[in-house]
């Protein structure tokens, strides 16, 4: 089991989130919002990131409608907000780069 990382100061999370300018703070957690052309490309999205997580050792808290992935990082053994979600936040971003929705994208 991996140890716990410390958790950042609040000047941390707000440096970390000026490199991540999708991102929001939720309480004790990073968030963001994907949306994708279709359903297929969200779950393809997702099961990408599953393996990244998986090898991480850190999942992320999401849901799936349709072509939106709604997302939040936090570390639960440290209570916050840690560098692992700072990480996990911009491997998802990377994995996500090429998955936009066309400007017809619609949720049913």
């Known amino acids: 089991m991996t140890p716990v990382p410390p958790r950042l100061t609040p000047a941390e999370v707000a440096a970390a989130l000026a490199s991540l300018p999708a991102w929001r703070r939720e309480g004790d957690a990073l968030a963001r919002e994907y949306v994708f052309g279709d359903f297929g490309e969200a779950f393809a999205f997702m099961a ?3 393996l990244l997580a998986e090898r991480l050792d850190h999942h992320p808290d999401w849901r ?3 072509s939106r ?3 939040r990082l936090t570390t639960h053994d440290a209570g916050g907000i ?3 979600d700072v ?4 491997e998802m971003d990377r994995v996500s780069v090429g ?3 066309p400007s017809s994208a619609r949720s049913p």
């Not at 990480?87 to 911009?90: D, E, N």
């Open 87 to 90: 990480v996990l936040a911009r």
């Open 48 to 50: 990408r990131v599953a």
């Open 82 to 84: 840690t560098e692992r």
């Open 69 to 71: 992935v709604e997302v």
């Open 64 to 66: 799936n409608v349709w």
């Open 99 to 101: 998955h936009r929705p």
